[in-house]
């Protein structure tokens, strides 16, 4: 019954391989999110797609970039993995309007650089 | 900025009672939020409060709102083992478009 599918649970690169993770929702939500959490961190949001509108958080680097090509799916691209991008990658969805904007998060995509 | 606070660890036994606080700055926040951590695994939303409100219960989870002092807790009564996880306190983005976390509260619980 998961609502929120990030695969693949773990990913390992090299340093500098492009990688990409990615996110798929049932729950048919119009807005879907990226957020990084790095070890002991608060998560930090990336980036998030209000249907195909693609909306960049000022400080996310231009290493990280986002496709959305239907409502279902999302996907995180890393261009060149560096050792810091090492960190747990969160996928949330959550329906359009201006109320209390619950987030469903994944299970989330654990990235070693190597 | 809009910046969240939270005390890092937490250790309770089991069947007392644990309280998480935080405190945020954003004081136009609608909506204040706790959601819970388990090892491995993603944010799963525990509960939420409006900000017009100043308690909400909901089973074993009291939240208390304090707008003035923008102070959040979280009490959990008859702490369990299994809610052993990390905690996290967050508040609407200014834009309304995201929340912003704190980093965490890890609750242990000991029995």
């Known amino acids: 019954d998961a609502m929120v599918i990030q695969n693949p649970r773990y990913q390992v690169t090299q340093f500098g391989k492009p990688v990409t993770l990615s996110c798929s929702q049932t729950l048919n939500h119009n807005v879907m999110y990226w957020y990084q959490q790095k070890s002991s961190q608060a998560p930090k949001l990336l980036f998030h797609?209000?249907?195909?509108?693609?909306?960049n958080e000022a400080d996310t680097p231009d290493n990280f970039q986002s496709r959305r090509p239907n409502t279902s799916f999302c996907f995180l691209d890393i261009r060149s993995p560096g050792l810091g991008d090492a960190a747990m990658y969160l996928c949330?969805?959550?329906?359009?309007?201006?109320?209390?904007?619950?987030?469903?998060f994944g299970a989330g995509t654990r990235l070693s650089v190597l | 900025g809009e910046d969240v606070e939270q005390s890092l660890f937490l250790s309770v036994r089991e069947g007392d009672s644990s309280v998480i606080n935080c405190t945020y700055t954003?004081?136009?926040?609608?909506?204040l939020y706790w959601y819970k951590q388990e090892p491995g695994a993603g944010l799963q939303l525990l509960t939420y409060i409006f900000s017009n409100m100043d308690m909400k219960q909901d089973q074993r989870l009291t939240v208390l709102l304090n707008k003035k002092d923008k102070h959040l807790s979280l009490r959990i009564a008859d702490t369990q083992t299994g809610d052993s996880a990390i905690y996290f306190c967050a508040e609407r983005n200014q834009a309304g478009t995201a929340l912003i976390f704190g980093k965490g509260t890890t609750l242990s619980v000991s029995s």
């Open positions: 954003d004081s136009s926040s609608t909506y």
């Open positions: 949330a969805t959550s329906p359009p309007g201006t109320g209390v904007n619950i987030q469903y």
């Open positions: 797609y209000y249907d195909k509108d693609f909306n």
